[in-house]
């Protein structure tokens, strides 16, 4: 095995030498890698992960005006990501075990106008998925993974960002995976 540098300054090397700094079949074969890792049927590399965040947003159909639920501690990059496409944050209640999104809390909430929920795992730890995608399904509310922080995570073989209508990853430095 090499070491990580030198595999590093290979991987560079060959972007460079390709011109393909944007896309390109190192972006491919980094999307078939990752998803097939999480479990995933396909992946989409984006620029950040909040641009992850706004596009899945946006495709689940939050409009401007509409409502989307998240949690207070760590919601900034959804807030950020809500805002950008009209519609207003509801955050909901946590889990004071885990600090995770409450499903108690979640189901006690009026849903009305709600148009996506971003369920956001912290610190490797993943939330309760199948509680709140349960609430979420009862209202025909599309569930967004925010897997920033779970990277790898998994729970009963499935991984972080599956079990969503979208997982969102960010690979920033300051990340777990960092």
């Known amino acids: 095995n090499a070491p990580l540098g ?5 991987a560079l090397s060959r972007v460079r030498e390709s011109g393909y ?4 079949p190192e972006v491919t074969q980094f999307e078939q890698e990752f998803a097939a890792y999480c479990g995933a049927a396909h992946c989409v590399a984006v620029g950040n ?3 992850a965040l706004e596009i899945s947003l946006r495709a689940v159909g939050v409009t401007p005006g509409s409502q989307v639920v998240s949690v207070a501690n760590a919601s900034m990059y959804a807030t950020i990501a809500t805002l950008s496409v009209g519609a207003t944050p509801l955050y909901v209640d946590l889990d004071p075990q885990t600090l995770l999104m409450s499903p108690a809390a979640l189901s006690t909430l009026d849903l009305r106008g709600v148009r996506a929920i971003v369920v956001t795992h912290l610190y490797g730890q993943l939330a309760d998925v199948d509680a709140i995608r349960k609430i979420a399904d009862a209202h025909a509310i599309p569930l ?5 922080q779970a990277h ?3 729970d009963r073989g499935q991984g972080a960002g599956t079990r969503g209508h979208t997982g969102c990853f960010s690979f920033y430095p300051t990340k777990n995976l960092g």
């Open 49 to 51: 992960g909040t641009d």
């Open 6 to 10: 030198s595999l590093l300054d290979a």
């Open 21 to 24: 700094y944007i896309l390109g």
């Open 152 to 154: 790898g995570a998994r």
């Open 144 to 148: 967004i993974e925010d897997c920033a």
